[in-house]
């Protein structure tokens, strides 16, 4: 009886414990969503960073069979509020997609500028997603991304810079971790999106960073938007498809922060949108060397063998270091980029690198 009541305690204890330090769980999603989802709750995307705002909850389809795509939504708040929980709660009809949903938060700005910051978080949490594809069961070379209102320029920005690691300053935490994957991402939706800060500031205008090879934007906009007027839209379909970045516009109806059955009768769309650019970016089914440290021999491996081997030898095999970013510096494009990211997502699956 005694054991008991103390086992009892120990487990009250622990729950308060992780209340206040709000520990990572992983459960029943907490969010209603369309089909049953594994939550994982208040994962840092950032060793050591700010506890709160450098975090992500991670929906994944409940009984899902191999890695799954994963989008990244990044929540609005005009660049100083918000956060990844009730930004989930508005967009749970996105919950009936074949692939998996992260919810991030990011760290506030006390003003509207500078956003570099947000911008890295945002590239940070692409780069930790990557870097964890095994632990979430995703697929590191399908990593894309939604965001809505100031949301929507802060992945518009990390998109179109995403062959940059970071914007700030090296010795952020944000910027000093997982940086043997790259930031890109090969999907983006934006809802209500901003195309600029209200200063208007240069380095944060959407437009300024659009270059042959970024990716096509899906856009949703009100033409009675009270926020963000609806010839913003408008001016940054035009910029990107002259760029030859390509551009699609919906104008929904509603004001800016929209209501949920506006939301909801989109989302079908929305997720037909990312199955279809998903199932179009093709599996790094080409044959890749690999060398490796195994009994002193140095062995060349197809892709295929070389996971199968790993997961057989996961605690045993000798790491080379740097191999991630070889195969990195050597993407070109970005299709060879998101066939990288596959393959080094691989590999670190198995603990090589």
């Given at each position: 009886m005694k054991t008991n009541i103390r086992r009892t305690l120990e487990t009250v204890k622990m729950l308060v414990l992780c209340a206040l330090m709000a520990c990572p769980m992983t459960g029943t999603s907490q969010t209603i969503m369309p089909t049953p989802h594994t939550f994982h709750n208040n994962v840092a995307y950032v060793a050591g960073g700010n506890a709160t705002r450098q975090s992500m909850d991670i929906y994944t389809p409940t009984g899902a069979s191999g890695p799954l795509p994963v989008v990244l939504l990044v929540h609005g708040?005009?660049?100083?509020?918000?956060?990844?929980?009730?930004?989930?709660?508005?967009?749970?009809?996105?919950?009936?997609?074949?692939?998996?949903?992260?919810?991030?938060?990011?760290?506030?700005?006390?003003?509207?500028?500078?956003?570099?910051?947000?911008?890295?978080?945002?590239?940070?949490?692409?780069?930790?997603?990557?870097?964890?594809?095994?632990?979430?069961?995703?697929?590191?070379?399908?990593?894309?991304?939604?965001?809505?209102?100031?949301?929507?320029?802060?992945?518009?920005?990390a998109a179109l810079t995403g062959n940059q690691t970071f914007l700030g300053s090296a010795s952020d935490l944000a910027n000093t971790q997982n940086l043997s994957f790259s930031s890109q991402s090969p999907v983006i939706v934006t809802w209500a999106m901003p195309p600029t800060t209200p200063s208007g500031n240069a380095t944060f205008v959407l437009s300024n960073y659009l270059?042959?090879?970024?990716?096509?934007?899906?856009?949703?906009?009100?033409?009675?938007?009270?926020?963000?007027?609806?010839?913003?839209?408008?001016?940054?379909?035009?910029?990107?498809?002259?760029?030859?970045?390509?551009?699609?516009?919906?104008?929904?109806?509603?004001?800016?922060?929209?209501?949920?059955?506006?939301?909801?009768?989109?989302?079908?769309?929305?997720?037909?949108?990312?199955?279809?650019?998903?199932?179009?970016?093709?599996?790094?089914?080409?044959?890749?060397?690999?060398?490796?440290?195994?009994?002193?021999?140095?062995?060349?491996?197809?892709?295929?063998?070389?996971?199968k081997l790993c997961q057989s030898h996961e605690t045993t095999s000798a790491g080379r270091r740097g191999v991630a970013g070889d195969l990195q510096r050597k993407g070109g494009d970005r299709g060879q980029s998101r066939f990288h990211d596959g393959l080094v997502a691989r590999v670190v699956i198995c603990g090589w690198v």
């Open positions: 708040g005009g660049w100083n509020s918000g956060a990844a929980e009730p930004f989930m709660d508005t967009w749970a009809s996105l919950g009936q997609g074949s692939f998996a949903i992260a919810a991030m938060n990011y760290r506030y700005n006390t003003v509207v500028e500078p956003l570099i910051t947000q911008v890295d978080d945002v590239k940070a949490a692409i780069r930790f997603l990557k870097a964890n594809a095994s632990t979430y069961n995703i697929n590191a070379g399908k990593v894309g991304l939604m965001g809505q209102s100031a949301g929507g320029h802060l992945a518009g920005m270059s042959s090879g970024d990716p096509s934007f899906r856009m949703f906009h009100s033409p009675t938007d009270e926020t963000v007027n609806i010839s913003f839209a408008r001016g940054f379909r035009d910029a990107a498809n002259t760029a030859g970045v390509g551009a699609t516009l919906t104008e929904i109806s509603g004001p800016h922060f929209s209501d949920n059955s506006t939301r909801n009768a989109n989302a079908p769309t929305i997720v037909t949108y990312f199955n279809g650019q998903f199932a179009a970016i093709p599996e790094p089914s080409t044959v890749a060397l690999l060398v490796v440290a195994l009994g002193g021999s140095l062995l060349a491996y197809r892709k295929r063998t070389a996971v």
